[in-house]
């Protein structure tokens, strides 16, 4: 299989190319600048694997949630790509993509993106012993207070929430966290893991059924709630 992930939405931009059974994968925290970074990166790792764009199989992407405009250029990205080469769109999510940075294999893994506003994109889950990964709760978008966990003995956190809702995430836990890594992001190489499995499942869509996911609808604060006004 070759499949080439997209991963833009939060302030990493990666491309990562699943060939065979090698993932090679380019990265760089580069906010503002994806847009001008994920087509040169995509070159690259082709080139690197000796491969043409024709040769690709599938197109897979992180579909969110995160920067609004993250999120829809990565969307909007893969749905081109894969229309200009009549393939079909594999959609992953951005926190479980961010899930898999976790490195513990035994206690649940919460993902946890500052999402701003005040407020964090979340979601729970543990590794299922063959690579994958297992819902425990639901995405949401919502405070670090108002966030409720499901019962587990023991949980690492990965993702920017933590740095910014440490203390009160702290208080959210049952148990103190195993481990925690507030500069951890998202990237293409969990993408294509993660979309290679639902690709073999026949999981994947044509680009125009390929869908952001936000969360919410408001991506800014008004100039009276800023305080401007």
Excluded at 7 to 18: G, R
Excluded at 50 to 61: E, F, K, Q, S, T
Aim: glycine share 8%; proline share 4%; with cysteine.
């Amino acid at each position: 299989m070759n499949l080439l992930a997209i991963e833009t939405a939060t302030e990493a931009c990666s491309v990562a190319l699943l060939h065979g059974d090698e993932i090679i994968a380019r990265s760089e925290i580069a906010p503002r600048r994806h847009a001008e970074l994920v087509l040169p990166m995509a070159d690259a790792l082709l080139a690197e694997a000796g491969l043409g764009r024709h040769a690709l199989d599938a197109i897979a992407v992180g579909r969110g949630p995160g920067a609004f405009t993250g999120v829809r250029l990565g969307v909007s990205l893969a749905q081109g790509m894969a229309l200009a080469l009549d393939r079909p769109v594999v959609t992953v999510s951005s926190l479980a993509a961010l899930a898999l940075e976790a490195e513990d294999e035994d206690a649940a893994i919460l993902a946890v993106i500052d999402a701003r506003m005040g407020e964090i994109y979340a979601a729970s889950y543990r590794r299922d012993g063959r690579g994958g990964l297992v819902a425990l709760d639901q995405e949401r978008v919502c405070t670090a207070d108002a966030l409720v966990l499901p019962q587990a003995q023991a949980w690492q956190i990965v993702g920017t929430g933590w740095s910014t809702y440490e203390t009160v995430l702290r208080e959210r836990l049952s148990v103190a966290p195993v481990r925690a890594e507030g500069a951890r992001y998202p990237q293409a190489r969990h993408v294509a893991e993660l979309a290679a499995g639902e690709f073999r499942a026949g999981r994947a869509h044509a680009p125009e059924q390929a869908l952001p996911i936000y969360l919410r609808d408001k991506v800014a604060l008004t100039l009276v709630e800023q305080g401007r006004a």
